[in-house]
């Protein structure tokens, strides 16, 4: 069998299969939340995000069986992206996703809420533990190997309190965000500070310049939980600054729109769907036209966003693309 065969064999595309695949749920189960929202505030009498759930469900458990597969078949591929100075950002997708689900799935059954939140906030503290036990006992880390995906430890902190508060857990909750919230601010200056100072980002990584969108918008949202549903000045401190982040890279389109599509896209969907999630709250709060015009276009922009990324992937999936050695 020649190389190219061979890197499409099961067996190889199993070893191959990259930890970020588990950024799809992030972006499912985000859009399934937004549209919870969307349904309870404008009354609709339709529910897409019942099928959401069950898709954003189902399509976890079957990354998550193969991940497990590549674990036992292929381990020394597990701990070589655990090891990579980019890659092992993305190993918190796993507990992110449980804890959205958990958030997705309170309005239908808490005691399944409580079981998914109850794993996905234990597993990620433990992410966050070793990642930054990682980071700082380090002697390969070089200011090129920064990037926004290093949010993602620390967004799955923030999103903690979302569930935790309405299962009754607020002392719980306060930890998490507080973790979260008190290293995102010295991450977001190491990050401009590799934007201003140092050479961009790979152009396959850029679409994950909007992750940098994900901890303001859900920090206002985990703020709101926390001072159930009062809208203060940090709120609007949070929300406002989301919204700057999220002018500033669609000022930014042009960059965006030369992309060949790859798995990276799929970092504009949840902090997208944060971001609709914030702007339906901040809607319903403040009221007004601009937050009336505003959660629409960004919903439509977000079932728009959705529909091409699992378009798109279906598509590299079925053509050998997706878990390739790279």
């Not at 020649?2 to 890197?7: C, D």
């Not at 109850?118 to 990037?147: C, D, K, P």
């Not at 309405?166 to 200056?189: D, K, N, R």
Request: hydrophobic share 55%; with cysteine; glycine share 6%.
């Amino acid at each position: 069998m020649n190389s190219a065969a061979s890197q499409h064999a099961p067996h190889n595309r199993l070893a191959h299969m990259p930890i970020s695949l588990f950024a799809i749920v992030m972006g499912l189960s985000g859009t399934t939340i937004a549209f919870e929202r969307i349904e309870h505030l404008w009354s609709w009498t339709i529910h897409p995000s019942t099928l959401l759930l069950i898709l954003s469900a189902g399509i976890y458990g079957l990354i998550a069986f193969a991940y497990l597969s590549k674990f036992l078949r292929y381990r020394s591929e597990v701990i070589g992206e655990f090891n990579h100075p980019i890659r092992i950002s993305f190993f918190p997708t796993m507990s992110i996703g449980l804890l959205l689900l958990a958030i997705a799935s309170l309005q239908y059954s808490p005691s399944i809420a409580l079981a998914l939140w109850s794993v996905g906030s234990v597993a990620q503290l433990l992410f966050t533990l070793l990642i930054l036990s990682t980071w700082i006992h380090h002697e390969r880390y070089q200011v090129q190997h920064s990037n926004p995906a290093w949010f993602i430890p620390i967004v799955g902190n923030i999103l903690v309190p979302v569930a935790g508060v309405p299962l009754g857990f607020p002392e719980i909750s306060w930890f998490y965000f507080s973790v979260g919230l008190m290293m995102w601010t010295p991450l977001l200056a190491v990050l401009f500070n590799r934007f201003f100072f140092h050479p961009m980002v790979p152009a396959k990584l850029l679409p994950t310049l909007f992750i940098l969108i994900a901890p303001p918008a859900v920090g206002c949202i985990a703020w709101l939980k926390l001072h159930h549903g009062v809208l203060d000045d940090v709120a609007r401190i949070l929300y406002y600054f989301g919204l700057f982040i999220t002018l500033l890279l669609f000022f930014q389109w042009r960059h965006f729109a030369r992309l060949s599509f790859a798995l990276p896209w799929w970092a504009y969907s949840f902090p997208l769907a944060a971001m609709t999630i914030a702007s339906s709250i901040m809607l319903e709060k403040v009221g007004g036209t601009f937050f009336a015009i505003l959660t629409p276009v960004l919903l439509g922009l977000l079932s728009i966003l959705i529909v091409v990324l699992l378009f798109n992937t279906s598509r590299a999936m079925l053509r050998g693309e997706i878990c390739v050695p790279e």
